[in-house]
């Protein structure tokens, strides 16, 4: 199964989003922030970059993780991403597209694609990242929710 995280730039949301779901940061607490500005990739792609999907690894189950930015075309990318991948006859059961788009908080939109375009990237980084600790526990439900359907879906 291949799982595609999305969100606007793909370097926050999403991918601490993926980072739960792999262990990579606990569904029990919010993180320290040093921990999610230290995850791999976190804030690290280039604009031109997004929309690239970001492989994350793999889960225990074997699902491969991926995180991927759509900006404002929240529906156009992955329907684009469905088509392709049903061009290729790869089956739905295989792949799932799961939005993050509604858990970005606004500090995290103005942080993460704003600032940054301006030049204040450092600023924008920690607006972004505190952002991201105020929706945590919606992101961890999420994953939760994800990893659930994933064990009541049969193919």
């Known amino acids: 199964m291949y799982i595609f995280y999305y969100c606007l730039t793909g370097v926050h949301t999403s991918l ?3 980072a739960i779901h792999l262990g990579l940061l606990p569904e029990d607490r919010v ?13 690290r792609l280039a604009y031109n970059e997004i929309g690239q999907p970001c492989w994350m690894g793999t889960d225990n189950e074997g699902n491969k993780i ?9 529906e156009v990318v992955p329907k684009a ?14 792949y799932r597209l799961v ?10 939109a103005l942080g993460g694609v704003y600032l940054k375009r301006m030049g204040a990237g450092n600023l ?3 607006v972004a990242t505190k952002g991201l600790t105020r929706v945590y ?5 999420l994953v939760r929710e994800v990893k659930d359907d994933l064990k009541n879906q049969a193919p």
Request: charged residues 20%; proline residues 11%; hydrophobic residues 30%.
């Open 16 to 18: 601490v989003t993926s």
């Open 31 to 43: 993180p320290p922030v040093e921990k999610i500005i230290n995850l791999p990739n976190y804030d």
């Open 66 to 74: 991926f995180s991927i930015g759509v900006l404002s075309e929240k």
């Open 81 to 94: 991403i469905q088509s392709l991948l049903d061009l290729y006859q790869i089956p739905q059961y295989q």
């Open 99 to 108: 939005s993050t788009m509604e858990y970005v908080p606004y500090s995290t």
């Open 124 to 126: 924008g980084r920690s």
């Open 137 to 141: 526990p919606k992101l961890v439900e």
